[in-house]
């Protein structure tokens, strides 16, 4: 039944490190997404896709990129990890219906740590 | 811009208690409205949603109405259990706005005891 799945649950990475977050959905879905989530501030987007090879920056993408190459596959790359990117880093995958999105399916989150 | 507003919490409840989580938006469109909860140590899931005006989502013994005139979706549940404890996003997702995005609350934190 699993529809979201992070390849890590915990990441510890030193500081300058280059860092890959994996993301797979088994729903065929086009849209996929990265948040990350940190006490009093919610989720916010670091970047967004719509269909394969296109992203979109969302709302925090400085010092991340992300890579689609098919359709079931979202990365997010942290170039040189700093300490300020410890966080923990959900990856969501909705439907759409009606021209609006539906339900989210939302893998179990990476917290990464970065000392 | 859209944004979404939701109480503070962390709340905390007995058990069998009335439960409200306010929300209130601003949106440029016709948005959809959504309820996600976070259990300890997981991502989110789908609770409840309202895609129009007077919905009403439920799940779960939860509920909440689309309120366009108060631009709110308050967020009830008549009778608490422990195993609700964890975190509730109010979220909405606005089409008119030209691109496909939710734009989250911050998320409350809600503990019930036994």
């Known amino acids: 039944d699993v529809k979201v799945t992070q390849s890590s649950r915990y990441l510890v990475k030193r500081t300058g490190e280059k860092v890959f977050l994996e993301c797979v959905q088994d729903?065929?879905?086009?849209?996929m997404f990265w948040y990350r989530q940190d006490p009093g501030l919610g989720l916010r987007l670091i970047y967004f896709?719509?269909?394969?090879?296109?992203?979109e920056k969302g709302d925090i993408p400085e010092g991340y990129s992300v890579s689609r190459e098919k359709k079931e596959r979202f990365s997010l790359i942290l170039e040189s990890a700093s300490t300020n990117q410890t966080s923990m880093y959900l990856c969501?995958?909705?439907?759409?219906?009606?021209?609006?999105?539906?339900?989210?399916?939302f893998g179990q989150g990476t917290r990464l740590t970065v000392v | 811009g859209n944004s979404v507003t939701q109480m503070e919490g962390p709340v905390t409840l007995s058990e069998e208690a009335f439960l409200t989580i306010n929300c209130t938006y601003t949106a440029t469109g016709y948005p959809s409205l959504f309820w996600y909860v976070q259990y300890p140590g997981e991502g989110l899931q789908l609770l409840l949603k309202a895609t129009k005006a007077d919905d009403k989502g439920s799940n779960k013994g939860f509920e909440a109405t689309y309120r366009k005139e108060t631009t709110s979706f308050h967020l009830e549940k008549g009778s608490v259990q422990v195993s609700d404890s964890a975190v509730y996003f109010c979220?909405?997702?606005?089409?008119?706005?030209?691109?496909?995005?939710?734009?989250f609350g911050t998320g409350t934190r809600l503990k019930v005891l036994a």
């Open positions: 979220a909405l997702s606005d089409p008119g706005s030209g691109t496909y995005k939710y734009i």
């Open positions: 729903m065929d879905h086009e849209n």
């Open positions: 896709s719509y269909d394969v090879k296109m992203k």
């Open positions: 969501a995958s909705p439907g759409i219906g009606q021209g609006a999105l539906t339900e989210a399916f």
